[in-house]
Each structure stands twice: as structure tokens, then as C-alpha cells.
């Protein structure tokens, strides 16, 4: 099977050996995105619902570059530093995926790169 890394200014650079995302048997599958700004590589300003915003636009990036949209997002997995900020995460979130959002999980980690809040992967169809 033919794979293809895909890679993006629209969103910040990978930060170690992985790719922003990989096209793979139909499927792109997105490397997790972090609150970073691509155009200063800083951690955004501003609480959880500024970090949900700036990670879903960078995901939405990715997915861009990967001939892909937000639509076509089949799986997401959310990763909070901590779980009360759920409903603030979720309103965003619905912002994007407004209609059929895709299957989904959601999990507290004790810490994310860079002091993110919020980490968001995601598995999207392509055709």
C-alpha cells in the first residue's frame, strides 16, 4: 500500500520524527495538533475555548493540505489536560463539526507538549 506524508504551513511543523499527517489506503491520518500558532510556533493566548479554536484551524489545515475537510473526518480523539474543560472544548468543537460529526473520544492525560490544555488526532476518508 502507497503511503505519502503530508506536510503543511498552514499548521505548526512537526516537533519530532512524525508527520503532520499520512495519506494511506483512502484514509488521512492526522497527527495529533496542539494550540500552536503556525505563524510563531507559540502556545495561543487565552483559555480553553482560544485553544480548541487554534487546534481545530490547524487540523483543519492539515486536513486541507491532505485533500481532505472537516467533512469527510470519520474519527477524532481529544486529549484534556483536565476533563472540566470539557463543555468549554465541546462548544468549539461543535463550532466545526456542526452536522454528522464524526465518531469520537475524549480522555484526561496529565500533560500535553508545550503546556497545551488540548490535543486533538483525527482520521479522515479521501474521495
Known sequence: MKREAVR???APAAIGPYSQAV???GFLFCSGQIPLDPSTGKLVDGGIEA??????S?????????GAT???VVKTTVYLVDLGDFPAMNAVYGK????????????????????????????ATLG
Open 23 to 25: 495519506r494511506a489506503g
Open 58 to 66: 490547524n487540523l483543519e489545515a492539515v486536513l486541507t493540505a491532505g
Open 8 to 10: 503543511t504551513a498552514g
Open 70 to 72: 472537516l467533512r469527510s
Open 51 to 56: 485553544q480548541a479554536e487554534r487546534v481545530l
Open 96 to 123: 466545526f463539526f456542526p452536522e454528522d460529526p464524526p465518531a469520537r473520544a475524549t480522555v484526561q492525560v496529565v500533560k500535553l507538549p508545550a503546556g497545551a490544555r488540548v490535543e486533538i488526532d483525527a482520521v
